[in-house]
Nanobody, 121 residues
Framework: QVHLVESGGGLVQPGGSLRLSCAAP????????MAWYRQAPGKKRELVAS???????NYADSVKGRVTITRDNAKHAVHLQMNLLKPEDTAVYYC???????????????WGQGTQVTVSS
């Protein structure tokens, strides 16, 4: 069992920024592809951003240009910097471990508990 712990969520005004973090013991984050998903009330969980062990990250069109995913292998963590936040970004954000297959991110069934992001004035 992989224990992922997300943090950094909160309430922010439209146009604001948040930095989410995901950590796990050992090197599981360092050696795997990682991703952030989000799930808004009444909606399906959707992929926000993913990053391979080495190489360039990928982003959903809805967040491209506003969100940056990075990994910090020294701290066994992956981060999601979110800028210019919009009310439609409101959701529970989840960290995930997975892999890439034919250029597509495939999620393993390892999820953190999620962190709530609320964008509201």
């Amino acid at each position: 069992q992989v224990h992922l712990v997300e943090s950094g969520g909160g309430l922010v005004q439209p146009g604001g920024s948040l930095r989410l973090s995901c950590a796990a013991p050992g090197t599981v984050i360092d050696i795997n592809a990682m991703a952030w998903y989000r799930q808004a009330p009444g909606k399906k969980r959707e992929l926000v951003a993913s990053i391979p062990p080495t190489g360039s990250p990928n982003y959903a069109d809805s967040v491209k240009g506003r969100v940056t995913i990075t990994r910090d292998n020294a701290k066994h963590a992956v981060h999601l910097q979110m800028n210019l936040l919009k009310p439609e970004d409101t959701a529970v954000y989840y960290c995930n471990i997975g892999q890439y297959y034919n250029g597509n991110y495939i999620a393993y069934e390892y999820w953190g508990q999620g962190t709530q992001v609320t964008v509201s004035s």
